[in-house]
Each structure stands twice: as structure tokens, then as C-alpha cells.
């Protein structure tokens, strides 16, 4: 069973800093892209930023800047570097990855179960 499992949330004051992490585990063969999403009360979920498998990313133009995404494949790891956080920032944040479970199977799509961020002003 593939599960995503994020951690690296936490409360923090507006302009501080935090790193997400997000582990895939569970039978993969292969990961391709990944990205951060996220989800502030009464909105819709959003794209943050993604990086397919080559290494190269994407951004949502709110985090242009102060985030940085990457990742470790010999990990099954992605990370997310949120640099001067604003209160607007404050959502939950949701790992997503499109997995490759065996070889010459097609790829599926998995979230994390999210982890809370929290900006104070």
C-alpha cells in the first residue's frame, strides 16, 4: 500500500521559516512528478509548486521566491523550503505524487493525509 506521509508543519511567526518533508514508502517502482498543494479554510485546494522527475519546478506566483521545492529520489522525498512566511500562507499543505508501483505499469496519482501550517502575524 503506497501512503505519502508529510511532516515539518507547526506554527511560526510571520517572516520565519519551515521545511515540509513528505516520504512515499510502500512498494514504488518509480516517482515521477511531485508537488506541494494546499488548502486555507473556505478555499480551494491549490497548487504551490511541482517538480517532475528531471528535477526542474513550478511555482504558484504567490510563493515565487520564498519557497523552494526539490527532492531525493534515492529518498522517495520530497521537500518544500518556506522561506518569509505570511499569515495568508497559513493553510494545509498536501503531498502529491504520481507513482509508478511496478514496472510496465501505468501511474497513479496519491495525496498525503496534510499537515497544518500556521502563520501569526
Known amino acids: 500500500q503506497v501512503q505519502l506521509v508529510e511532516s515539518g508543519g507547526g506554527l511560526v511567526q510571520a517572516g520565519g521559516s519551515l521545511r515540509l518533508s513528505c516520504v512515499a514508502s510502500?512498494?514504488?517502482?518509480?516517482?515521477?512528478?511531485m508537488g506541494w498543494y494546499r488548502q486555507a479554510p473556505g478555499k480551494q485546494r491549490e497548487l504551490v509548486a511541482a517538480t517532475p522527475r528531471d528535477g526542474s519546478t513550478n511555482y504558484a506566483d504567490s510563493v515565487k521566491g520564498r519557497f523552494t521545492i526539490s527532492r531525493d529520489n534515492a529518498k522517495n522525498t520530497v521537500y518544500l523550503q518556506m522561506n518569509s512566511l505570511k499569515p495568508e500562507d497559513t493553510a494545509v499543505y498536501y503531498c502529491?505524487?504520481?507513482?509508478?508501483?511496478?514496472?510496465?505499469?501505468?501511474?497513479?496519482?496519491?495525496w498525503g493525509q496534510g499537515t497544518q501550517v500556521t502563520v501569526s502575524s
Open positions: 502529491n505524487a504520481d507513482i509508478v508501483r511496478y514496472i510496465g505499469s501505468r501511474e497513479y496519482n496519491y
Open positions: 510502500g512498494g514504488i517502482f518509480r516517482l515521477n512528478a
